[in-house]
């Protein structure tokens, strides 16, 4: 009888070993989980801003910028739900510039609308690029058919830009777009968005950090708390 017991002790020590390191080990696990999670959360991105279309004063602090798509509907809204706040909370207060970049993603009239914009940019400046970016959303269909179809065409485009900009000056868009002298820059936009793991349209960072709140406040927030850490 005292053999039996003994060897049960021995039983009961051995399994309350393995329970204890089995927890030992999910407690580390979490702890990693934890820490990886946190290193993602303030991951920071290197960024060039260099040659990209921006909003707001060169002395602010921080650096917001969108990726979109011309095509892409929810782009819409946030260009016209969203984004005067941002201009009026966060630009035009001098916290932050703010940057358009391009993920085309949709259909061909995503990649042809990005780089006739990059061609309005390089070729008739920041001010122009702004006010042909604004009407491109404007002129977005509001049916949601419309993104299978060819919309943004050459002719579309040459048309929408004739609205703000005078004769010489289209045909001068006109000629650079033709000959691809964009090309380049939407390569850059495409790439970078790639590296930072852009997989939809509109994408948010701030100071090279992803945006990952909902509302104008969240992303008051987020500028204020990168503004702390210069």
Same mark, same amino acid.
């Given at each position: 009888m005292a053999n039996k017991k003994?060897?049960?002790q021995k039983q009961s020590s051995a399994f309350t070993f393995w329970i204890i390191g089995l927890i030992a080990v999910i407690i580390i696990g979490f702890i990693f989980l934890a820490n990886g999670k946190k290193d993602g959360d303030t991951a920071v991105n290197e960024?060039?801003?260099k040659s990209q279309p921006?909003?707001?004063e060169k002395s602010a602090p921080v650096q917001i910028v969108e990726f979109g798509d011309y095509k892409c509907p929810v782009c819409k809204t946030f260009e /016209?739900?969203?984004f005067p706040s941002i201009q009026s909370e966060?630009?035009?207060t001098g916290k932050a510039q703010f940057y358009f970049m391009n993920y085309s993603f949709i259909n061909v009239d995503s990649t042809r609308s990005a780089k006739f914009a990059e061609s309005v940019y390089q070729e008739l400046g920041n001010e122009t690029f702004w006010e042909f970016h604004e009407l491109l959303f404007d002129k977005q269909p509001a049916d949601l058919k419309y993104e299978k179809q060819d919309v943004f065409t050459d002719k579309?485009? /040459?048309e929408t830009l004739k609205e703000i900009a005078n004769d010489k000056e289209v045909k001068k868009v006109v000629t650079s777009f033709?000959?691809?002298k964009?090309?380049?820059q939407w390569n850059k936009d495409m790439e970078l968005a790639d590296e930072l793991g852009v997989t939809g349209t509109p994408s948010l960072f701030v100071n090279g950090k992803k945006f990952e709140g909902n509302t104008i406040d969240d992303l008051v927030k987020m500028v204020d708390d990168a503004a702390k850490e210069k």
């Open positions: 003994k060897g049960n960024i060039d801003y921006y909003l707001g /016209e739900q969203f966060l630009i035009d579309f485009l /040459e033709k000959a691809k964009s090309e380049d």
